[in-house]
């Protein structure tokens, strides 16, 4: 058998806000989730994205620290439009969510904009542009 590539894992230190912040994003996580060591979504094309508490991964690797300095693995939504990047970057801002880089045209031809999660990690958002 060949490995296939099924998952992406990020580890959280605190589970409900890490995942209201994806289901702002639209991941589809069950509410009873918040407050479970782990928590999957499992995306259209059938990747999933697992969810891990600081906790959990400690309970198995017990010399494991939360990475320091830059992002290790950022995830990327694809949205409809320029005008989309620039509203979901605003709505997740409204809704207390840092903003790391605005919306702007990207010379490899997208709009492009990061925000970050409850962990710090960079979250991307990006359309073509029209």
Same mark, same amino acid.
């Given at each position: 058998?060949? @490995?296939?590539?099924?998952?992406?894992?990020? !580890?959280?230190?605190?589970? *409900?806000?890490?995942?209201? %912040? =994806?289901?702002?994003?639209?991941?589809?996580?069950?509410?009873? *989730?918040?407050?479970?060591?782990?928590?999957?979504? /499992?995306? @259209?094309? &059938?990747?999933? !994205?697992? %969810?891990?508490?600081?906790?959990? /991964?400690?309970? %198995?690797?017990?010399?494991?620290?939360?990475?320091?300095?830059?992002?290790?693995?950022?995830?990327?939504?694809?949205?409809?439009? @320029?005008?989309?990047?620039? +509203?979901? =970057?605003?709505?997740? !801002?409204?809704?207390?969510?840092?903003?790391?880089? +605005? @919306?702007?045209?990207?010379?490899? &031809?997208?709009? =492009?904009?990061? !925000?970050?999660?409850?962990? &710090?990690? &960079? /979250?991307?958002? %990006?359309?073509?542009? *029209?």
């Amino acid at each position: 058998m060949t @490995p296939r590539f099924d998952a992406i894992g990020l !580890v959280v230190a605190d589970m *409900a806000a890490s995942l209201a %912040f =994806y289901r702002r994003l639209g991941l589809d996580i069950p509410a009873d *989730a918040d407050s479970a060591p782990h928590a999957e979504a /499992v995306l @259209p094309s &059938g990747l999933r !994205v697992l %969810f891990d508490t600081e906790e959990t /991964v400690r309970s %198995f690797d017990p010399g494991w620290t939360r990475p320091e300095g830059g992002d290790r693995i950022g995830l990327c939504f694809l949205c409809e439009s @320029p005008a989309e990047v620039d +509203k979901v =970057y605003e709505e997740m !801002v409204a809704a207390g969510h840092r903003g790391h880089l +605005k @919306p702007w045209d990207a010379v490899w &031809g997208q709009r =492009y904009a990061v !925000v970050l999660d409850p962990d &710090g990690s &960079g /979250v991307s958002l %990006f359309a073509n542009a *029209a």
